[in-house]
Every structure is written in C-alpha cells, then in structure tokens.
C-alpha cells in the first residue's frame, strides 16, 4: 500500500478523522503492522494499556471473562482507547476471532503526537465517551460479516452451485468474489487480504473436503455456511471447528439444509442440529427465493415481521399482511405474542394470505376455543378447546421445521421472566404464548409454568432487532387497556341486586375484560420503546372491536388492510418528494 493510500485509509477511522494531512504523514511512521492469528489474543484484562489499535483486515471480540462475548470490532475500528487515555490496566480481553491485521501505535508515539497535534486527542476522546456510553446502555455494536466459508458436510453436496447462487443474490449489496482451492491454494496472508480489500463480500468455498484448504478457510471467515443434505442421515463435520463454538471462536454459524420442494422435511432440522452445541442458525433451502432470504440475513439486510397479541383485533394481522403482500413486501424472519404469533407462524409456515384467513376463520370462528367453561379453579376455560385447536391447525409441526425463521413470546411464571421459544413443538408455544391469566390455564411444562406473553412484551421488536435483523415491520394491536365504570362500590352486590339494576345506567367490567386488559398492563410502559424500532409500524384504529369478539373478525381484517394500505401509500409518497 503507497504513503498516500494509507494517509486515505487512516482518515477513514473515526479515531483520526480530524487530522490534517501533516498530522496523518506523522501518524503514519508511528504505526506498526502486524499480523494476529485467529483465536490468539491482542491484550487480556489486568494488562498495562501501552498502545492503541487500528483493525484492517478479519475481525476481533471485546470478552468479559474467557467466553463472554459483549462487543464486536470491525475492519475501519479501532479498540484500545479508553485504557491508553485513562491511564488503566485494561479491563477486558480483545481477542482475534479470525486472522486479523493490525495496526499498532505506542503509548509513547500516541502522547508525542498529541504533543504536535493537539487535535489528535479530539478524536480519540470521542470514540473513547462514544464507547462508554454504549457499553452503560447495553446497546451492541452492529457487525456484519463480510467472508464467509462455504464447508459442506460431505462431498454430495453441492457446495459450488450453493455458493455461485449465493454470490449472485449477494451482488445485490455489493461485489463478491467467490475463492476455492484451486485459486487460494498456497497463497499467502497478503493475497487473501489484498482480495478482501478488494472486494465487499468473499466466499471462500470447500467442494472436496481438503483438510488444509478447509483449514484456511476456516483462519479467513468470519461467518460459516455449514451445507449438508436434509433428508441424509445427520453426520458431524469432517472437522470439529464447526460443531462446537468455542473452537469458532464466536464467529456466526450457518446450517444450510438443502432440500427439493418448498416444504422441509420434518425433523431434518432437530438432527442435523444434534451434531452442533451452542449458538446456531439453520436456513432451510428449497428454491432460488431461499438464497436469496439467505444473503439478505447473513449481510446484514434481513427483513423481520412482528405481530402483536390482542385477541380478537389481531384479525387485523391478516388485513396487513394481504396489503404488504400486495405491495410487493417480503420477510425473512417472524415473530410474535399471544394472537401475533399465531399469525405470524401461518406466515413463517409459508402458507398465502387466503389460506391463513380461511383456517384462522374456522379455528377462531367454528372452534370457539375460549369456549369450555369451567368452575374457576384455575381459569375461566379448561383450555381444552384451545390446545385442540391449535394442535389441529398446525399438527406435529416443530418450529425447527418453519420455512422461515420464527419466535414467539410468553411469561415464565417459574422466575425466568420473558421467554422466547425457538425450538420445540409449534402448538404448545403458541398456546404458551396465548395463556391469558385467569381465562386460559397456564401450560405446566418441566417445572416452568407458562402464560401469556402479552405480561412482559407484547411487540417484541426489541427480540427481532437482537437477532440482527435490519428492516423490522410491525403490526401493534393498541389494545384498550382503560377500563370505566359508573358504579361507586367497593364489593360485588348480591346476584338479585345486580339483575334488578340490568336496565339501570349502572355499568361494571366484566371478569373477562378484567383478566384481559389486567394481563397487558405491565407491558405498556416499555411497549412505545419498541414501536420506535420498528422501521415500518402499522396501528390499525381497531377500538370499534372489542378483545373477545372473534364475531367481528372481518371488521377487524379491513381495518388492518385499509390503515395498512394508507400507511404505505403515505410512505411511497413521502419518498417521491
């Protein structure tokens, strides 16, 4: 790289934007270059901060303790400043997730340059605050990987065909060069480096198992894609990198289970998972519209859906969902609470908008599953009716088996709090999920006892926003939570003494809209802060339905269609000014 190409790349780190080109010539002859192999670390916590760095090429992990990973730093980051201002030993490990360069600049060469240019300080101070302040609010620095290693399981799979399919559907965000053995076999660190520089994505692919090519492309990713066969029997890696994350040091682990058709197969994804502990993601991979989902979640570009719970009003899931569909939207992730994410698993099923309507309209409307009324022991209903139904509309499925990634929220009773549920039987989540407290029995599961999610976090953008998903669209159900009266007592009167007062003006809440609109209180306070993160929020005016009138089921479809359809006319209009 010439003097001027490095005095151009050091204006790009925040640290040093504020130098003038004398103060970057100056910087430029204190730094040092320098290679770190994945796994080795730059500093550990308690050492003396003698220098700041300057990452250039792989990528590195902030660790509080030996496996506690809390932040990620990028290529264009640097990591070292508050200790090197401060004075401190450091007070974490930063360790290399992969093969990294760096550039290293001395305690000594740091002060003498603040001693010519003052302005060098200006910098580095504010990355340093900016860094604090993250850290005091929890918020994780966004990182997206940029090479990626395609490692199949076994040489029948089609790894080449996965990975140029990949990389065309990645072009979209930028350039991508695909790198298999017989082009970076024997290269050295400088090559590979040079190409990523080069380059906005790589993928560095493996088709016939070579255990030192692997090897490389191991040393090079910063995420992998692990394809194998869904309807194989399951089988561990050729390597045991993969299948065990403290030997990836971190890095995002990608299951790809190709697979003929649009459907998974069932229990493909809980075998081929078995072989692998830790953190995981699995795509099912059916059909060209799957790759792409693929390249729009592991590039940082996913589009998450998150429906909220609401009873009855959540019919007007199905309204929205008919008019994005109609606008041309497409999610690569689902998620929701209690109703929410009863539709939301029809969409991550993958079933069309006319066939949800149609099975939620007889599940809701024909099977009146809040309708076993019980003596009060536990809740109003026996929740017989409900399991039925939902064990019918969705069967033996596992969430596993979903076409699209989905979650769904409940409340665990059992001192867990917010529970989000990602594996396991489809049916019994949701009715997890739906368990309003004292109309619907909890579910009993292991020891937990479970209720409706609709306690903790009735909009969960904060989870889907977790998982990395850019663009988040959201449909709030603004459930009315005041309940009037105009009754002034303080205990029930007599069953006769009510009767005789039936035609009087005289109003009380029902114990339905008591237990109902009681078990979304808590949720309210933090619920505006997750409105804010979704980049699209539809709020459909649903105050004409009430909670439990699914007999308005299609009032409420239309109104979430015609706000849905006003939102994004709006939206459109707003961009074309």
């Not at 191991?218 to 194989?232: F, K």
């Not at 149609?358 to 109003?380: K, N, Y």
């Not at 808590?522 to 009138?549: C, F, K, Q, Y």
Request: hydrophobic share 40%.
């Amino acid at each position: 790289m010439s003097s001027t190409d490095l005095a151009g790349s050091l204006a790009r780190y925040a640290v040093f934007r504020h130098l003038d080109a004398g103060a970057l010539a100056a910087l430029e002859r204190e730094l040092v270059w320098f290679s770190l192999p994945g796994g080795r670390p730059l500093f550990k916590a308690g050492e003396p901060a003698d220098a700041l760095y300057l990452l250039k090429t792989g990528s590195l992990g902030v660790f509080e303790g030996p496996t506690d990973l809390l932040e990620l730093i990028a290529p264009g980051d640097s990591t070292g400043e508050i200790s090197l201002i401060s004075g401190e030993v450091r007070r974490r490990t930063v360790r290399a997730l992969r093969d990294s360069d760096l550039l290293r600049l001395d305690r000594a060469a740091f002060e003498s340059l603040v001693a010519r240019y003052p302005q060098a300080m200006l910098g580095v101070a504010q990355v340093a605050i900016d860094r604090l302040l993250r850290r005091d609010r929890q918020e994780a620095v966004p990182f997206t990987p940029r090479t990626f290693a395609v490692l199949p399981v076994s040489v029948e799979v089609p790894a080449r065909a996965l990975a140029m399919q990949l990389a065309q559907a990645l072009e979209r965000y930028g350039n991508c060069l695909v790198i298999d053995a017989s082009i970076g076999a024997g290269r050295g660190s400088d090559w590979f480096a040079e190409r990523e520089a080069q380059a906005r994505f790589v993928i560095y692919l493996d088709t016939q198992l070579d255990p030192h090519w692997r090897e490389r492309c191991l040393r090079q990713a910063d995420a992998l894609l692990l394809p194998a066969l869904a309807a194989q029997p399951a089988q561990p890696w050729p390597e045991t990198a993969p299948g065990h994350p403290s030997r990836v040091r971190h890095r995002p682990r990608h299951l790809i289970l190709l697979q003929p058709g649009r459907q998974p197969g069932l229990g493909s994804a809980h075998r081929w998972r078995a072989q692998f502990s830790g953190e995981l993601q699995h795509h099912h991979i059916g059909h060209q519209g799957d790759v792409e989902r693929l390249a729009r979640m592991i590039s940082g570009h996913g589009r998450g859906l998150v429906l909220a719970g609401g009873g009855a009003r959540g019919m007007a899931h199905l309204g929205a969902l008919r008019a994005l569909h109609e606008a041309g939207h497409v999610f690569d992730a689902v998620g929701g609470t209690s109703i929410g994410g009863i539709v939301g698993a029809g969409v991550a099923c993958g079933w069309d908008i006319d066939a949800m309507t149609e099975t939620f309209r007889r599940a809701f409307m024909q099977g009146r599953p809040l309708s076993d009324w019980t003596l009060p022991l536990v809740a109003l209903t026996r929740g017989h009716r409900t399991s039925a139904m939902l064990r019918s509309t969705f069967g033996a499925l596992d969430i596993d088996d979903m076409v699209l990634p989905f979650f769904c929220v409940s409340t665990c009773l059992s001192g867990n709090g917010m529970s989000v549920h990602r594996h396991g039987p489809l049916w019994l989540w949701l009715r997890a999920s739906s368990a309003i407290p004292g109309v619907l029995p909890p579910v009993l599961h292991q020891g937990r006892v479970y209720v409706d999610g609709a306690l903790v976090d009735n909009l969960p953008t904060d989870v889907m926003a977790d998982d990395g998903i850019e663009h988040i669209t959201a449909v709030d159900i603004r459930a009315e939570i005041t309940l009037a009266t105009t009754a002034e007592e303080f205990a029930t009167p007599p069953w006769w003494r009510v009767l005789m007062q039936k035609d009087a003006d005289i109003s009380r809440p029902g114990i339905v809209s008591t237990l109902v609109r009681a078990a979304m209180v808590n949720s309210e306070g933090p619920a505006e802060r997750r409105r804010e993160r979704a980049d699209l929020l539809l709020t459909p005016p649903l105050e004409h339905v009430g909670m439990l009138d699914w007999k308005d089921w299609q009032t409420a479809i239309e109104s979430g269609y015609r706000h849905t359809c006003e939102m994004l006319e709006k939206r459109e209009t707003g961009k074309q000014k």
